[in-house]
């Protein structure tokens, strides 16, 4: 296997640290290539990234009409959030509302993402609970979709679940390539997560912000999803984090989403263009500055938005007691 | 610049999702090469992997025979430590018996290490001081070779300081090689850490293991160092580290220890063979699968010492509800 190019490097004081490889494509919505690096074929786990693909089905299967999704739920379900309160009292509200609780939740507890929110847990004496678990409003989501369909929502995570089947087949709609058990993994909140080559999850973005190449009700599913995701930034990551600070800065121009072990998925939509980047050694800080030294050059970025990348493409690393020793940078 | 192999991967469900790539080079003292990867002529700035090498002062300058430090005050010079009471009881106790105290660290506070110290401390209401900076111990030792030189001790840290000139002049002696302040940067606790080759540290920790190649009284410095190093491998790391867990399983015939940024340095003392291994990325994981899949390889192992090194070159991934969803895995 060729290996990938350099795409970030830290540098400690005049020489270089660490390198760190991967590969990333920009494709509008006929699959045409506006840029890429790497091998841009090589089937990768999105992992996180692919939220919003994950989500459609609240749409496809009737659950939206059926339960009025706000555009709050649904930029949730399209989140990696970070347990802070408008999370938890979002993904709480819906399942609220469906007649469901945190019980029903098959993602495992973990502590909020966010030291704040984690803090707060911690000096009232409680313990985290699923609502705190970064994928609740995507497990909420499902939880709305087995109810819509009229299965039992027990198992709701398993890879032979009917709304397993019914995401499986929307990524599949979306990217225009069949999943395969042969490479299938589970992701960290218990769901199924499926390899594709990473030309195949640009050009499911670029679909998604066009519409192209989709149904009619696909279309406008995807639309109200990344709608409801850039006009909610907030409740798709949380306070501080690159996805939600850069959404705020692009003002609804840019759908951006990490994934677990540095994937970024995301598309540029008023050029109608998708992308897809993944760092090969799974590090998320060098696939921040990867994106960003990806979008400096092709978003057509105003002051505002190239100051919000170009802090991304050149993170200081700092010693313990404060002093800047170093930066992780775009190559 | 050719890309180094891939030597860790992590494996998800059916399908590799990240690669590492590395080099290592394991030597013996007259620098004949035993087994290698990748390229072993790169600089890589080996961190705290030399802790050993940069504690050779405290002999050098007689610090040793003044203030007759103890083997776990010798260990502890040679740590990156978690914290743990033993850890910080060693630091104290040689500050206090050369005169000084916590405010004369230079290397900053962190939270422990170890998650159970970290709590307690929290729970008892007080703050993370220098003396819990895991490299207090390798402080210490400097302040008390500062005092034995009769220089001030302030800005010990500094690249200027006779301390850090002591330390430089140690580790060019044990590798052979002069360092430069080319590739010179600023570590975690605030002192230079220079770059040369990876088969350079390997060498040095041949002829530590062996006195080969070194003065008699560097020779003996050294093997001091080694012997209190693998005598209490908890004070080298800590709870369930795995440079304690391999120290202990191999009972005296492994000196071993990590560095920021994915770096393993360390000898086969029976074999006279020392080591060197980083891994490109920084992934301190992988690179201790690396360094397992090395060793398993090169050591001749027993059961007991195979038994640790498999269980770092076959990591599990888990999910949030702790099922076995993965790998990361020697290659």
Chains 1, 2 share one sequence.
């Not at 409003?137 to 039992?152: D, E, Q, T």
């Not at 080559?197 to 190449?213: E, Q, S, V, Y």
């Not at 921040?288 to 190239?306: E, P, W």
């Amino acid at each position: 296997m060729d290996a990938n190019p350099i795409l970030a490097e830290t540098v400690r004081g005049n020489w270089v640290e660490n390198r760190h490889r991967g590969a990333y494509v920009v494709v509008d919505a006929d699959g045409r290539i506006i840029a890429s690096a790497g091998d841009i074929e090589r089937p990768i786990f999105p992992r996180s990234a692919i939220k919003s693909m994950q989500a459609l089905p609240i749409f496809a299967r009737e659950a939206e009409g059926r339960f009025h999704h706000t555009d709050e739920e649904l930029a949730l379900a399209c989140a990696s959030h970070h347990g802070e309160a408008a999370h938890v009292a979002t993904a709480e509200g819906l399942l609220t509302r469906i007649g469901l609780s945190a019980a029903d939740l098959e993602c495992g507890a973990h502590a909020p993402t966010n030291a704040a929110a984690r803090e707060a847990l911690r000096s009232a004496g409680a313990e985290p609970s699923s609502l705190h678990n970064n994928c609740s409003g995507k497990h909420s989501g499902m939880l709305s979709v087995a109810l819509a369909m009229g299965v039992p929502t027990a198992s709701y995570v398993g890879r032979e679940h009917a709304v397993q089947k019914a995401v499986r087949e929307a990524v599949e709609a979306v990217i225009g390539e069949s999943l395969s058990e042969d490479r299938c993994g589970t992701d960290g909140c218990s769901i199924p997560t499926f390899a594709a080559p990473l030309r195949a999850f640009a050009l499911g973005f670029a679909r998604m912000a066009t519409g192209k190449g989709l149904s009619p009700d696909l279309g406008a599913a995807a639309r109200r999803l990344f709608d409801a995701a850039t006009r909610h930034p907030h409740l798709v990551a949380g306070t501080g984090h690159p996805d939600t600070l850069l959404m705020r800065a692009f003002g609804g121009r840019l759908m951006q989403k990490v994934g677990a072990e540095g994937v970024q998925c995301g598309a540029i939509r008023d050029k109608g263009w998708g992308y897809a980047l993944k760092c090969d050694d799974g590090n998320i800080a060098a696939s921040q500055a990867m994106l960003a030294g990806m979008l400096l050059k092709l978003a057509d970025s105003d002051t505002t938005q190239r100051q919000a990348l170009k802090a991304l493409a050149h993170q200081p690393i700092k010693s313990v007691r404060g002093a800047v020793v170093g930066e992780l940078r775009a190559v």
